[in-house]
């Protein structure tokens, strides 16, 4: 159980070729290596009440940098993951969808439910990114009607003063 009634947000953010190689380049070097992680990680959360976004940018930058077989095989690991981590009591799990600014709400829609969304929690915006909190609002909203209804978070952290110039 957590101290004080607290419930901590965690970002598991360790995906093979995230972020394809630009800013927050890294991750595991194989799939084999995130799928013991990602088990590793749910079975260290066991007793621990928690919010789990996963993997900031994953599903935005799908066709970015990967191969269609690569792809593939990035969907199976978020489907993996969220399995994993929503079969442990006390997690949350919100796989990451972008934000308002990138990728049409219709075609997120569809990379969520080909990773497995619907054993998700939700999925969670604007983790990486500075677009307003209403931007972001709207396009959940449209999100969640493509998804059956699927709940979402914003990360309003990073927007108090509003998009940067390049969001």
């Not at 990967?66 to 799990?93: C, F, H, M, N, Y």
């Not at 075609?107 to 983790?127: C, P, Q, T, Y």
């Amino acid at each position: 159980t957590n101290a004080n009634g607290t419930v901590p947000v965690v970002v598991a953010y360790n995906l093979p070729n995230r972020d394809c190689g630009q800013y927050s380049a890294g991750g595991l070097t194989s799939p084999e290596l995130y799928r013991k992680w990602i088990h590793e990680f749910a079975k260290a959360a066991g007793p621990f009440r928690m919010i789990v976004v996963l993997e900031p940018d994953a599903l935005g930058q799908l066709t970015k940098c990967l191969s269609p077989a690569d792809q593939q095989v990035r969907l199976g690991l978020l489907k993996e993951a969220i399995d994993a981590l929503s079969a442990t009591a006390g997690v949350s799990v919100y796989l990451d969808a972008g934000h308002a600014k990138w990728i049409p709400a219709p075609e997120m829609a569809k990379r969520l439910i080909a990773a497995g969304i619907a054993n998700a929690d939700g999925f969670s915006l604007n983790v990486s990114n500075y677009v307003s909190t209403e931007e972001n609002m709207a396009y959940g909203h449209a999100i969640s009607a493509a998804t059956g209804g699927k709940h979402f978070i914003v990360d309003t952290s990073r927007n108090g003063n509003g998009p940067t110039a390049d969001a």
